[in-house]
């Protein structure tokens, strides 16, 4: 029995002692799909796929094409249903953001535009459900100056914004059914929503701003005044930290640094390059859920990731795109390769070769191991890199 014990921890340590790494999945060319779908139009090199025109929700996965929102099931690969969201509209777009979004039940909410006899723009927010139906419209009678939007929270409502003057916005808050549950005037420049935080901006002076920071209610939580000679706002995580940064031309290397509510500084990190695009951009996660236990991105030719604590970790990768995903995994995507990182030592989970045929290729990252490519005849295909 003790020789037998003895065997098993033995076999557990050196278990323990073997890296992520060698249990990494590697394909020398694109792997068998689950499932591939073509989109009628077949224009060729037209991009259907990229980091604004696709969301994943629900089993569902969202794309614009010619105008019109198409929706796919993810498990079956079957056409879903499409939505002709710019019916009579005079503002055209064909992204995910401002204009539409996608909650966490599937529903799609589109703004669109008419031009009436003043030449004024009247806007509307369009709710739809995943098969296309329209479940509800609700039309605006506020002159615009120039900006409207719609932003889902994390509490099933939905907000819209209108621009009415100079630092002056006005917001209706519905919920899922359509039931306006407030309208309310702000003095103040509307920044967005991000990870629980919905975001005003109010000029204080020639290079400082006042950001504040609401729940969901739309109640205050904090208010932080920000010196744009310190450093540039790039968001708030999930875990409430303001993150900031500043790039110095003469020595190449930019200072990324975290605040917390009240101001103090929490960590500061100083990396070699200039910033690039970071994981508080909307665009680099696809699918459900929060990155959230990271901050990261591109500076110069590295891909970095920072903890809450300021821990760093970084990828010399060269040029290249990144995607994150709920399960706190990360895709990066050069001209050569297609590699799946855990995000908390940056080891190797999956990687995919690819070859001059394919390398200009969409991918889009759900998690989990999931991807979905996009080749150059619109061919969609549903890849888990995670099945043996």
């Known amino acids: 029995m003790n020789a037998r014990k003895l065997l098993l921890s033995t076999l557990i340590a050196v278990l323990l002692l073997v890296p992520t790494q060698a249990f990494a999945r590697t394909w020398t060319s694109i792997p068998e799909a689950e499932w591939s779908y073509t989109d009628p139009k077949t224009e060729d090199y037209y991009r259907y796929i990229s980091l604004s025109a696709s969301e994943i929700r629900k089993n569902n996965l969202y794309y614009f094409s010619s105008d019109k929102l198409h ?31 996608v909650d966490n039940k599937g529903n799609v909410y589109a703004m669109t535009a008419t031009k009436n006899s003043s030449g004024n723009y009247a806007y509307k927010l369009t709710a739809y459900n995943d098969a296309g139906t329209k479940l509800w419209e609700k039309p605006y009678k506020e002159k615009i100056r120039s900006i409207a939007g719609v ?56 290079q400082a701003s006042r950001f504040s920071f609401y729940d969901d209610s739309m109640k205050l939580k904090f208010s932080l005044n920000v010196n744009f000679k310190d450093g540039y706002y790039s968001g708030i995580t999930a875990e409430g930290l303001i993150i900031f940064y500043k790039y110095n031309s003469a020595t190449n290397k930019t200072t ?39 901050y990261g991105g591109n500076v110069g030719d590295k891909f970095f990731l920072i903890d809450r604590k300021g821990n760093t970790k970084q990828l010399t990768v060269g040029d290249f795109e990144f995607q994150t995903a709920s399960d706190e995994t990360v895709m990066l995507k050069t001209n050569k390769k297609v590699v799946i990182y855990k995000a908390s030592n940056l080891s190797v989970l999956h990687s995919i070769t690819l070859t001059e045929a394919n390398k200009e290729d969409q991918f889009l990252y759900a998690g989990g191991g999931i991807v979905y490519r996009i080749d150059e005849k619109n061919v969609i295909s549903k890849m888990d890199l995670g099945k043996g």
């Open 256 to 294: 990324y640094f975290a605040k917390d509510q009240k101001g103090k500084t929490v960590w500061s990190k100083e990396l070699t390059g200039q910033a690039g695009r970071d994981t508080l951009y909307d665009h680099h996660h696809h699918g459900e859920g929060t990155f959230t236990k990271w």
């Open 151 to 206: 932003l889902t929270l994390n509490n099933g409502n939905i907000v819209t914004y209108l621009e009415t003057a100079s630092e002056k916005f006005v917001t209706y808050t519905y919920d899922a059914k359509g039931q306006l549950k407030e309208k309310k005037e702000w003095k103040s420049f509307i920044n967005g929503y991000q990870n629980g935080y919905f975001v005003t901006v109010n000029i204080i002076g020639k």
């Open 71 to 101: 929706i796919i099931n993810t498990n079956t690969g079957k056409h879903k249903a499409t939505i002709d969201y710019l019916k009579n509209s005079n503002v055209n777009y064909s992204f995910f953001g401002s204009l539409a979004q």
